[in-house]
């Protein structure tokens, strides 16, 4: 008796623990969103006008061609039952054949996801690495107005840096290292040294975004009362700027960042374009273009479940980060 | 409309807004006359001049069919431009659709699509594209639905969040009161409130459309042959790059310089419509400086230490002196030629109003004020130390272990990323040379020495887990960690409810008794000030008016300043059916520090020579010390008149 007490008490204690109530709330978003995400990729090809496979095959295929595809396709059932079988397909992880290539739409992407993945971590890494120091320095140069100069220097540049879209960038990498100065390989995955172009391509514009949003967030953590009460401790600037301030400024820095990973993975479809990357962002244009609708539909949904993992991370190192939110949302 | 139409001029008129503006100009004009003109020059084929790199007659070169590039890239302004403010508009309107779905549709139906919403936004802008041409097919049409589509979500998203706000408003609240309908009160109330912001962004969407666009132009997915568009003559040229490079470099500036002029356009006004509110510069200054005053006067001939007694002084100021420089250039001396010193476990007290500069005092003598502030003084020295040269390693120690701050706002003092127990730490690693877990169990034996019960536990606790009272004392705890001789307390109670306040000036008291710790306290309170020290110091307009034993406080205060002060402070037998006193008048101006006694305006002894003359601090041997010609008079009359009343003190403190 009095153990069920105590169970029912810890039950109360756990469902009572922010922590515990922050992943629950959190994972239920997740299922929900994943149920969203796989749902538009299943709409997807039914709310394309016309009969898709005819659209594929071309208006010169015979009837009966078009026919044994939409067969083969479940095309010829009614909604509610492709969608089913569409789901039962998924949990068993049978995503399709491509009506080009006639592979498995699950290998395709088991083939190209890696160099995708390495291409977007790298430069994210990159990315990170380049602004949160630059991004530091600059408010601690810059702090109370001091320097302006240097302020007026760094803001526009990074503007205009930003506004660059990221397969000009690449062009323009191509041109300088690769053709005129044939530094480095300008196309295709090779050695180490291939992936120098597209990475830095990828990751410059991200930077940018990243430095200035470190600076003006470092500038006001700079303002708080716990910087002057780590000043009247009489720490070293240095320990000041990287244990109280940065952390500090970092919280809003990886929101931002999350968003910007969001986008730089996306950015990797048309830096593999410019690159000929053999990842998942060229795969999923000559798809498009010679609608290979399966193969479509495996991409969507690998990049749109990768941004939901994406933005869980974000989330679970935020909490970790700044236990209050956390807290405070719950 | 009028003061909008004003306020875009002025923002327009920065260099980055002038800029923005003559680029977009060019832009717009290209897109409208580049086709008429150059149509035919960029149509032209060229036969004998197939993929030629630059010429006199080429200045870009020459592609595959030897047109010209240059006057391609300008012609193609024109359907790049078109394309991507079409996109834009669908966006826009979408995204006002989704946005406004909560106040048109009702509660219900708007939380779904704000959810929805909330996933779309989730993904980028390129991927939901990408996606919508998968549906809307390959071409110039499926391109522009489908961007249009993908910009839609942050627009609905930034529209709902405008809405929003307003819909709070009293205003649209009385309105939906008095049964007018949704759709009216969204054309008359809200969206005229929201339609600036909107429009700011849409100028900003529509550069990222463009972008988009020449994104998938360049895949393939957009514009097709024979129309082309940056994006597509950038797809042509990229394939060429190796013979010609300017064929993918022109057009991508091309994009480039467009991207910028509808994004920094939009910048430039959101920044400026941002900035109504004054110079941040100035507004930080007012904080820091509390509203108080300067102009270099003369420095009085106060003496430094009045009746030290025993032997050194813990702490010695002379002529300290605080500025800031204004809103227009000049200085401003928030604190001005203060001057005293304290003796070993002596409590001193610093009154005064908000913008008296007592604040900045503390700071000053604690070397923590920041630049642009700067401090000046003939002598500030700690326990022997001149703390006016820098601090080096030594000088830091010796600060960092003796002398300790507790500061006005518990709730943000400390650091809300570390837990408490790291950093009381820090000081014992920083200063003493400990490790990690010697330190924390140094800050665990500290926190028990201010009473924080469960002190083993509560170190590891972050700062969100402590009340208010709590962090005080885990603050003063902070300021144990070493072995003080001068603790300064800025405001310490000021944030805490009463009983807190008592416990926490007791924990003070005891901390002072025990070890001979100085107490420099700071308060706006007058009464705390008078039970828990020993002396104290009356600042007005950054001076120190008057310097008096606590226990004469009611019986010789001579300064008119302070006798109001004593005034102002109810006590139980205030009538309450009568108006609480005040201080008549308002605190000195920072920028303007009238050229006599700044107190001459708001005194009922003034005359002409306090208007004209400033009052030196003037010691009358005993330790005493009062600036004011009348001080004798002022003492002549009852201390207090029998009817004592206020709020607190006088013009109260935050």
């Given at each position: 008796m009095t153990s069920a007490i105590a169970e029912v008490r810890t039950l109360r204690a756990v469902a009572d623990n922010p922590w515990v109530r922050f992943a629950v709330r959190r994972f239920g978003r997740l299922l929900v969103s994943v149920w969203v995400v796989i749902t538009a990729a299943f709409l997807m090809i039914h709310l394309i006008p016309g009969d898709p496979v005819r659209a594929a095959l071309g208006a010169t295929a015979p009837v009966e061609l078009v026919n044994a595809r939409r067969a083969q396709l479940g095309l010829n059932d009614p909604l509610w039952l492709q969608y089913t079988h569409y789901l039962r397909d998924l949990v068993?992880?049978?995503?399709?054949?491509?009506?080009?290539?006639?592979?498995?739409?699950?290998?395709?992407?088991?083939?190209?996801?890696?160099?995708?993945?390495?291409?977007?971590?790298?430069?994210?890494?990159?990315?990170?690495?380049?602004?949160?120091?630059?991004?530091?320095?600059?408010?601690?140069?810059?702090?109370?107005g001091r320097r302006r100069p240097a302020e007026l220097a760094f803001t526009s540049t990074s503007v205009v840096i930003a506004a660059v879209p990221e397969f000009l960038i690449g062009a323009a990498l191509v041109y300088v290292f690769g053709v005129s100065l044939g530094w480095v390989p300008v196309a295709s995955r090779s050695g180490p040294s291939s992936y120098i172009l597209p990475v830095v391509a990828l990751a410059i514009g991200p930077a940018a975004v990243l430095a200035r949003i470190v600076r003006v967030e470092t500038l006001s953590v700079l303002q708080a009362d716990y910087i002057r009460t780590a000043r009247a401790k009489r720490l070293p600037d240095r320990q000041v700027y990287l244990?109280?301030?940065?952390?500090?400024?970092?919280?809003?820095?990886?929101?931002?960042?999350?968003?910007l990973l969001g986008g730089l993975v996306a950015g990797t479809v048309l830096v593999e374009n410019v690159f000929a990357w053999p990842g998942l962002g060229s795969t999923i244009v000559q798809s498009i273009l010679a609608k290979d609708y399966p193969v479509v539909q495996g991409i969507v949904l690998v990049y749109g479940l990768n941004m939901l993992l994406i933005n869980l991370i974000v989330d679970v190192v935020l909490a970790l980060l700044d236990p209050r939110s956390t807290i405070r949302e719950s | 409309m009028a003061t909008r139409i004003?306020?875009?001029?002025?923002?327009?008129?920065?260099?980055?807004?002038?800029?923005?503006?003559?680029?977009?100009?060019?832009?717009?004009?290209?897109?409208?006359?580049?086709?008429?003109?150059?149509?035919?020059?960029?149509?032209?084929?060229?036969?004998p001049h197939l993929l030629n790199g630059p010429s006199s007659a080429h200045w870009a070169g020459t592609d595959n069919l030897g047109r010209d590039i240059f006057f391609r890239v300008l012609v193609a302004t024109r359907l790049s431009v078109e394309l991507a403010l079409l996109s834009t508009s669908i966006g826009v309107v979408t995204g006002l659709l989704l946005g406004t779905a909560p106040l048109l549709l009702g509660r219900r139906i708007g939380r779904l699509v704000t959810a929805v919403v909330n996933i779309a936004v989730a993904f980028p802008g390129l991927l939901l594209a990408l996606t919508f041409a998968?549906?809307?097919?390959?071409?110039?049409?499926?391109?522009?639905?489908?961007?249009?589509?993908?910009?839609?979500?942050?627009?609905?998203?930034?529209?709902?969040?405008?809405?929003?706000?307003?819909?709070?408003?009293?205003?649209?609240?009385?309105?939906?009161?008095?049964?007018?309908?949704?759709?009216?009160?969204?054309?008359?109330?809200?969206?005229?409130?929201?339609?600036?912001?909107?429009?700011?962004?849409?100028?900003?969407?529509?550069?990222?459309?463009?972008?988009?666009?020449?994104?998938?132009?360049?895949?393939?997915?957009?514009?097709?042959p024979p129309a082309y568009d940056w994006g597509r003559l950038l797809n042509e040229g990229l394939n060429a790059l190796y013979v010609h490079p300017l064929a993918a470099l022109v057009p991508g500036l091309a994009v480039v310089i467009a991207g910028l002029a509808f994004n920094l356009f939009g910048e430039a006004i959101a920044k400026g419509i941002g900035l109504r509110t004054p110079l941040v510069v100035g507004g930080r200054l007012a904080d820091l400086a509390e509203g108080a005053t300067g102009g270099?006067?003369?420095?009085?001939?106060?003496?430094?230490?009045?009746?030290?007694?025993?032997?050194?002084?813990?702490?010695?100021?002379?002529?300290?002196?605080?500025?800031?420089?204004?809103?227009?250039?000049?200085?401003?001396?928030?604190?001005?030629?203060?001057?005293?010193?304290?003796?070993?476990?002596?409590?001193?007290?610093?009154?005064?109003?908000?913008?008296?500069?007592?604040?900045?005092?503390?700071?000053?003598?604690?070397?923590?004020?920041?630049?642009?502030?700067?401090?000046?003084?003939?002598?500030?020295?700690?326990?022997?130390?001149?703390?006016?040269?820098?601090?080096?390693?030594?000088?830091?120690?010796?600060?960092?272990?003796?002398?300790?701050?507790?500061?006005?706002?518990?709730?943000?003092?400390?650091?809300?990323?570390?837990?408490?127990?790291?950093?009381?730490?820090?000081?014992?690693?920083?200063?003493?040379?400990?490790?990690?877990g010697l330190a924390m169990a140094r800050a665990v034996d500290r926190l028990r020495a201010v009473r924080v019960p469960a002190a083993q536990r509560r170190a590891r606790q972050f700062p969100h887990e402590f009340s208010g009272g709590m962090r005080q004392r885990a603050m003063i705890g902070m300021g144990l960690m070493g072995s003080p001789a001068l603790i300064v307390a800025d405001e310490p109670t000021t944030a805490l409810d009463v009983t807190v306040q008592r416990q926490?000036?007791?924990?003070?008291?005891?901390?002072?008794?025990?070890?001979?710790?100085?107490?420099?306290?700071?308060?706006?309170?007058?009464?705390?000030?008078?039970?828990?020290?020993e002396r104290v110091l009356v600042m007005y307009a950054g001076r120190i008016v008057e310097d008096l034993p606590a226990d004469e406080l009611h019986t010789r205060a001579r300064h008119p300043y302070t006798r109001a002060l004593l005034a102002a402070v109810p006590d139980m037998e205030t009538d309450r059916d009568r108006p609480l006193a005040v201080i008549p008048g308002r605190p000195v101006d920072p920028a303007n520090t009238p050229v006599g006694c700044a107190f001459a305006a708001r005194c009922a002894f003034a005359d002409e020579r306090c208007r004209r003359d400033d009052p030196e601090l003037v010691d009358d041997g005993n330790g005493r010390r009062v600036a004011c010609w009348h001080a004798d008079e002022a003492a002549a009359l009852p201390v207090l008149p029998v009817q004592r009343e206020i709020d607190e003190v006088g013009v109260g403190e935050r």
């Open positions: 068993h992880g049978r995503t399709g054949t491509s009506t080009l290539s006639g592979l498995p739409v699950s290998q395709i992407i088991g083939d190209r996801l890696p160099a995708t993945f390495e291409l977007a971590l790298y430069a994210f890494l990159l990315a990170i690495v380049i602004s949160v120091p630059v991004g530091l320095t600059m408010a601690v140069l810059t702090r109370g244990r109280h301030a940065l952390p500090n400024s970092l919280t809003a820095t990886l929101t931002v960042a999350g968003l | 004003r306020r875009w001029g002025s923002a327009l008129r920065t260099p980055v807004g002038v800029a923005a503006t003559l680029l977009l100009a060019v832009v717009l004009l290209m897109a409208v006359l580049a086709p008429v003109l150059w149509g035919d020059r960029a149509a032209a084929i060229d036969t998968v549906i809307f097919g390959v071409g110039a049409k499926g391109a522009v639905l489908a961007i249009g589509f993908a910009g839609a979500p942050s627009l609905g998203r930034l529209t709902s969040t405008l809405v929003a706000s307003i819909a709070e408003r009293d205003y649209v609240a009385a309105a939906r009161i008095a049964g007018v309908g949704r759709f009216r009160i969204l054309v008359r109330h809200v969206l005229p409130n929201v339609g600036e912001p909107l429009v700011v962004n849409s100028t900003i969407a529509a550069g990222s459309s463009l972008l988009a666009f020449a994104g998938l132009s360049f895949l393939g997915l957009g514009v097709q270099d006067t003369a420095r009085p001939a106060g003496p430094a230490e009045p009746a030290t007694g025993r032997d050194h002084p813990v702490l010695a100021v002379e002529g300290l002196r605080v500025s800031f420089p204004g809103p227009s250039g000049e200085q401003i001396w928030p604190v001005r030629e203060v001057s005293f010193a304290m003796r070993r476990g002596e409590a001193v007290g610093v009154v005064g109003e908000s913008g008296s500069g007592k604040s900045l005092t503390a700071l000053a003598i604690a070397r923590l004020i920041e630049e642009p502030g700067r401090v000046r003084a003939d002598r500030l020295e700690f326990l022997g130390e001149d703390l006016r040269r820098g601090l080096d390693r030594a000088r830091r120690r010796l600060l960092g272990t003796s002398f300790a701050m507790v500061f006005q706002d518990p709730m943000t003092s400390f650091n809300p990323t570390k837990r408490i127990g790291r950093q009381l730490g820090e000081v014992a690693q920083e200063h003493q040379g400990m490790n990690r926490v000036l007791r924990l003070l008291e005891n901390i002072r008794r025990a070890d001979d710790v100085a107490l420099l306290l700071i308060s706006h309170d007058i009464t705390v000030v008078g039970q828990v020290c």
